[in-house]
């Protein structure tokens, strides 16, 4: 199991309060997509983010550019794939 995987393994143990508080504090903290053209105001209105770990967006999206290779999360995780808003998520796209 690499990084990403023990990661999402550990969250889908965890009681839902604790997940749903570390999934915000990642949104705030780590996830970069609110400075990414790409987010819209309906992802902003429904708080959405962190989609490399929770899947693509329900908004309609306008892909611009992704700056998820930017982001802390994509380095720490040792990502490969991008635009996880409207592609799924990274353990989606590795099938
Ligand atoms: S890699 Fe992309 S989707 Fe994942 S936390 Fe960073 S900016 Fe957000
Ligand atoms: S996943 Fe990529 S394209 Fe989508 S909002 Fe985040 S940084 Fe932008």
């Known amino acids: ?20 508080s570390l999934i915000e504090m990642e949104k705030k903290k780590v996830c970069i997509c609110r ?8 992802m ?5 983010g962190f ?3 929770l899947g693509k967006s329900d ?3 306008n892909v611009d550019t992704c700056m998820c290779t930017g982001c802390p999360a994509y380095q720490s995780f040792k ?6 808003c409207v592609a799924g998520s990274e353990m989606n796209l590795r099938g």
């Open 1 to 20: 199991m690499d990084k990403l995987e023990k990661a999402v393994d550990q969250m889908s143990k965890m009681p839902e309060k604790q997940r749903n």
């Open 35 to 42: 400075r990414c053209p790409s987010y819209s105001e309906c």
């Open 44 to 48: 902003k209105d429904s708080n959405e």
């Open 51 to 53: 989609f490399c770990i």
């Open 59 to 61: 908004c309609k999206i």
């Open 79 to 84: 990502l490969k794939n991008d635009f996880y």
